[in-house]
């Protein structure tokens, strides 16, 4: 797979509103209809970075990253609107059972 930045035509620092209005500008371009190869190239590339938890998931299994999780949330949160929830904060709010 191609890498979808470029597929798409954005910067890696893209907001979630800018990759959807992209699309939306490339679909308009290039309609299933008419270049159905290139819709689902797309339409891939669309899927697999269009919000944090897919963009984690690129990076986590198709970049092959030795980063955190952490990390990678730390670097990608600012792209988004959604409160950033920490791996510290989220093991803090799991409830604790006696042993």
Known sequence: MSDPYTTLGVSPGATDEELRQRYLALTRQYPP???P???AEMRSA???IKDLDARVNY??????ANDTVDLILED???RTTRRRI???HLLNSLPTTKR
Not at 59 to 64: A, D, P, Q
């Open 33 to 35: 209809e008419q270049h």
């Open 37 to 39: 190869e290139r819709f």
């Open 46 to 48: 669309y899927e697999s």
């Open 59 to 64: 990076v986590l299994f198709n970049e092959g």
């Open 76 to 78: 990608m949160a600012c």
């Open 86 to 88: 920490t791996l510290t």
